[in-house]
């Protein structure tokens, strides 16, 4: 069995934590502690490793993560998990803003509420927020999954492309192009499916309404100029 | 009407210099389409440019260098105030960002080929970077947008440099767009986008809003790429010197400024010709952001906008520019605009040396198009080739204004050289105005 290897950040800087988490052929497990709220905490990773963050981090937090598993016990700032790639980051706790902005693949799991912008411009994540998400979530999003088990604020999926979203609660108010659809059996073994990786098995699917794009302002036409 | 001057003079036609025959056509269009007129290129209104700056050539009080015989370096080192790795080119001329997507994959291709050749650098655009591009460009700055189409780390670690794209000169302020036509399969596919849509990308990044953010993002993409790239900053031209003291505040290692005369691939004529300041105008705003931050020249500052000559080249670097880029004038430098595609050019309602439809994927040249047929017209091998001669005319020309004007190395050109023709340049540039002592709101 592999030793965990630990890092204090209050006893190391951070080049050299991020700096040993890009080591090739890294492997293993890690732990961070005493973050405390700091910016670009093991970002960049391209790993198969476990890496656990004891504490709240500031922004970026796993930015373009790929392969590695990241844990984060505490809140996370704006953009965690930007622009993933693969792997999964679990934040414990609440999400700032721009979460999983803009990623790619892999799995993002914010136990509590995320703010503003969750899943802006997302091309392929898959996200699940346990609680509730703030305003122009899912803005521009052009692929992957976003769940929302609480509320979405307003203008949710603005301008969305092919990204779905599925709400178990109230939305404030829907974005430009963004529409209810039908949830269709597929539809249900998805979302049964993003829950139960999320730890969240037991919700009904019958709850939640299913969003995505009505598709009418692909392509820029004068009558569609008061929708902008 | 296919009258002379002398037919409209003998006939007293008299044209409005309000309303004149652009502009009618204008509205017309405008009256039957319902829609705003979306072109490439940029500005094409006339504009305070570097053609209304002179050197003063050595004379008695300077000496010159011999022209053939002594030595004027071109060399330029971008980006070492913070970064392992900076770039270190042979010319300081750079190809700047255009995507493929906008670009034809034969025209990067080119476009890599070309710099390589003279050791300069080129530069991805929206839509992410292509093997072909990588694999024939020596330098290559990566550039980091708000759409982050194709944007993956993986990329970001093979790149030379970083560009955080804030603006450009055509249209500061906005985002991207491809329409539908140039949406294929293969730039759907880099791009996440349904093929065939019209693409309007946006204007601010999704992860952070200012410069206090901006400083953070900076530094995250160092922590990802282990702090071995420089990161530049490129804003549009607008209010210059505080954006450049920001970008500097940030952490940026170089700034890029475009002018309004720096070319898009698709924007509309009214955000082309509207919004925005003259390349002119803008150095030294930038060059003063830098000086009072006591980091000119080690911050370098890139300037765009209307590059065509060395001699363009050599100004800008006198006024404070550490090198240039150009975009338009390396498409026309590949073979855009022509003469040889003429009759092509009268099929699509335009002639060569007007052609600026690059939204349209129409281009006879081959270069902004994603049309298979017409991307084949283009030889990469053969543009890539008159690219590099192209650059290589600029450097020499810069050489020749340099060493009359007594300069060992092309950056050692000052404004101290220069003298301006009109009064706007000379109060813009902060030279004087020819003959004179005057500079406009200086002295």
Known sequence: MEQVRAFDLRAIPLRDVNSALHAPDLSGEFVISHPDGAHSVAVGMDAAVKVTVDGHVGYYAAGMNQQAEIVINGNAGTGVAENMMSGSVWVKGDASQSAGASAHGGVLVVEGNAAARCGISMKGIDIVIGGNVGHMSAFMAQAGRLVIRGDAGEALGDSIYEARIYVRGEVASLGADCIAKEMTREHHQELEHLLKAAGFEGDDTSTYTRYGSARSLYHFHVDNAGSY | ?443
């Not at chain 2, 010159?64 to 970064?83: I, N, Q």
């Not at chain 2, 080739?385 to 650059?391: D, E, G, K, P």
């Open chain 2, 1 to 443: 009407m296919s009258h002379t001057t002398d037919d409209r003079a003998r006939l007293g036609l008299r044209e409005s210099a309000t309303f004149d025959r652009q502009t009618i056509a204008a509205i017309h269009r405008a009256a039957e389409t319902g829609i705003y007129d979306i072109r490439g290129w940029g500005a094409k209104r006339a504009l305070p440019h570097f053609d209304d700056l002179l050197f003063l050539g050595a004379s008695m009080s300077r000496y010159p260098l011999e022209g053939y015989r002594e030595r004027c370096d071109t060399d330029v080192v971008l980006g070492d105030r913070h970064a392992k790795h900076p770039l270190r080119l042979d010319i300081p001329v750079t190809i700047a960002g255009m995507s493929f997507g906008a670009l034809s994959g034969p025209a990067k291709e080119a476009l890599g080929r070309g710099a390589s050749e003279v050791g300069t650098s080129t530069t991805t655009g929206d839509g992410g970077m292509t093997p072909e591009e990588r694999g024939q460009s020596k330098y290559l700055v990566y550039q980091y947008l708000p759409s982050r189409y194709g944007m993956n780390p993986d990329d970001l670690r093979k790149a030379d440099a970083i560009e955080v794209v804030l603006g450009q000169g055509a249209k500061p302020g906005g985002g991207g767009m491809l329409l539908g036509q140039k949406i294929s399969p293969r730039v759907a596919g880099m791009r996440t986008l349904p093929e065939g849509i019209d693409q309007r990308s946006a204007c601010r990044h999704p992860d952070w809003t200012g410069p206090d953010d901006l400083t953070i993002k900076i530094n995250e993409l160092r922590e990802i790429t282990d702090w071995e790239k420089p990161i530049y900053v490129k804003v549009g031209a607008t209010r210059t010197y505080y954006d450049v003291k920001l970008a500097v505040h940030a952490g940026a290692d170089v700034v890029v400024v475009d002018g309004m005369q720096g070319g898009t691939a698709a924007t509309q004529e009214v955000f082309i010709e509207h919004v925005g300041i003259p390349t002119l105008a803008a150095v030294p705003e930038a060059v003063r952001a830098l000086q009072e931050l006591d980091v000119h020249r080690d911050v370098q500052l890139i300037v765009s906008g209307g590059i065509r000559t060395g001699a363009d080249v050599a100004k800008a670097i006198a006024l404070g520019a550490d090198a240039v880029a150009i975009g338009t004038a390396a498409l026309i430098a590949l073979g855009d605009n022509h003469p040889r595609h003429e009759s092509d050019y009268r099929k699509l309602g335009s002639a060569a040396g007007f052609f600026d439809d690059f939204q349209d994927g129409t281009d006879p040249a081959g270069i902004s198009t994603q049309d298979p047929e017409l991307a084949a017209r283009f030889d990469p091998l053969e543009g890539g080739r008159r690219l590099a001669n192209y650059l290589r005319v600029l450097t020499m020309e810069a050489q020749t204004i340099a060493r009359a004007c007594g300069k060992g190395h092309v950056l050692h050109l000052e404004p101290e050289d220069l003298v301006a023709v009109t009064i706007e340049a000379a109060a813009m540039a902060r030279v004087p105005l020819a003959g004179t002592d005057w500079i406009p709101g200086r002295t």
